[in-house]
């Protein structure tokens, strides 16, 4: 069974703060990998998703980045938080062949920037 | 463009209730239709999934059909319970490896 793992489970960071957040899936070969970005309450917005290692396309820009660094990471930063940056981060993966589409999410990391 | 409506806001009922959250969708796609479940302070799941006209799904009591011809994928439960409260999002893959999600309905039930 697959099992999908984030770093940390909660941060709180300062503006200007550099930041990282990771993402490890295991039981699964090179899958696709998303993350996300949700406000309190709010809905899902994908910000980056990867299909191989070393590849990344943003989806929004929102003054951060991502890399994929092995087949089952991925990392999410930035070098300057912004107060717009709180939320709850969500990595996901999904099967790169057959499947419906369907995405499969991780615990998430909630951010809080004061 | 492409989007997902779904019933705004907060949907309160009290336990034992029937429940219908509206999900209407547009696309050019034919595409593959998602109800997540996401429970407070934890990650969405995936409830149901369709890409199929006019035929039912179902799990977890929650059913859903997928009907072409009005682009809906309305989410239905006969008798909700107090763990059925939760936030619920329809969406739909939109090809190259997007999900489109709707804004998402609360549903909050009562005792």
């Known amino acids: 069974a697959q099992t999908i793992h984030q770093w940390p489970v909660a941060e709180i960071k300062a503006v200007g703060s550099p930041l990282s957040l990771g993402c490890t899936i295991k039981?699964?070969?090179?899958?696709?990998l998303y993350w996300y970005w949700q406000a309190t309450g709010g809905t899902l917005q994908q910000l980056f998703y990867?299909?191989?290692?070393?590849?990344v396309e943003s989806v929004v820009q929102l003054n951060l980045s991502a890399s994929r660094p092995k087949d089952d990471q991925f990392i999410l930063s930035t070098e300057k938080l912004l107060l717009s940056h709180s939320g709850f981060y969500l990595c996901?993966?999904?099967?790169?062949?057959?499947?419906?589409?369907?995405?499969?999410f991780g615990p998430g990391t909630r951010l809080t920037v004061l | 463009g492409d989007s997902v409506t779904q019933t705004e806001g907060l949907v309160t009922l009290t336990k034992g209730l029937p429940v219908m959250l509206n999900c209407t969708y547009q696309t050019t796609y034919s595409p593959f239709l998602f109800w997540y479940v996401q429970h407070l302070n934890e990650a969405p799941k995936l409830l149901l999934k369709?890409?199929?006209?006019?035929k039912r799904t179902e799990h977890q009591g929650f059913y859903a059909t997928l009907h072409k011809s009005s682009s809906s994928f309305h989410l239905q439960k006969s008798s909700v319970q107090l763990s059925d409260s939760a936030l619920y999002f329809c969406a739909y893959d939109s090809g190259y490896n997007k999900l489109t999600f709707g804004k998402g309905t609360v549903l909050l039930v009562s005792p």
């Open positions: 996901a993966w999904s099967s790169n062949w057959g499947g419906a589409g369907e995405q499969y």
């Open positions: 990867s299909i191989t290692v070393g590849q």
């Open positions: 369709s890409s199929t006209d006019n």
């Open positions: 039981g699964k070969s090179s899958p696709n």
